[in-house]
């Protein structure tokens, strides 16, 4: 059966720090990844999405930025962390070609 | 572009009580619909789709075209309902959500 892997569960780094977060998934082959934000008040807000290795999509301008280097294997990084960037990181998984997705435990990020 | 719009943050309902969670959306095409559901403690996780119409957990919602709907309906909340459910709409390879509504039911 397919699993998602995300981790670190929390993190807290000042500002300025880099950051990298890490989600693979397993028992399934060519996904759709997806990274989330989910910010109080403002429900999930899509970031990046990605159909294939080294194919990134990026739904909105910020301080941060996705790959994939491997075909099960999507990163969320940051060069400098700002306090904005505190929230909730969510990553997905679909199938190619079918809406439904698939998400991991989630990493609560705490900028301080 | 698409969009996702659930006006409402917050809804408290008693037990046995109908509760009802609003959706409406923006898409030019033709429009593949989700509610997602995450219970406390748990992970985000698909609650049903508007094209298959089926009843989960007692919850119904229908895709009203002509008013750009998708409303989460169930006739008696129970307390195990209580959790944040986000209506979502798919296209071009991606998911699009709403803010996202947390229900509460109070016994």
């Known amino acids: 059966s397919q699993t998602i892997h995300q981790w670190p569960a929390t993190l807290v780094q000042p500002v300025g720090s880099p950051l990298s977060l890490e989600c693979t998934v397993e028992g399934t082959s060519n996904p759709n990844l997806y990274w989330y934000r989910q910010a109080a008040g403002r429900g999930l807000q899509l970031l990046f999405y990605?159909?294939?290795?080294?194919?990134i999509s990026s739904e909105v301008p910020q301080n941060l930025s996705a790959s994939r280097p491997q075909d099960r294997q999507f990163i969320l990084s940051s060069k400098k962390l700002l306090l904005s960037d505190s929230g909730f990181y969510l990553c997905?998984?679909?199938?190619?070609?079918?809406?439904?997705?698939?998400f991991g435990q989630g990493t609560r990020l705490t900028v301080v | 572009a698409q969009r996702v719009t659930q006006p409402e943050k917050l809804l408290s309902v008693f037990k046995g009580a109908p509760v009802e969670l609003k959706c409406n959306y923006s898409y030019s095409g033709s429009p593949e619909l989700f509610w997602y559901v995450q219970y406390s403690r748990q992970r985000l996780q698909l609650l049903l789709r508007h094209i298959s119409r089926e009843s989960i957990k007692g919850f119904t919602a229908d895709l009203n075209k002509g008013e750009t709907s998708f409303h989460l309906k169930k006739p008696f909340a129970q307390e195990e309902d209580s959790a944040m459910y986000y209506c979502?709409?798919?296209?071009?390879?991606?998911?699009?959500f709403g803010a996202g509504t947390t229900v509460t039911v109070r016994a």
């Open positions: 990605s159909v294939g290795i080294g194919q």
């Open positions: 997905a998984w679909s199938v190619q070609g079918a809406p439904e997705a698939f």
């Open positions: 979502a709409l798919y296209s071009d390879y991606k998911l699009s």
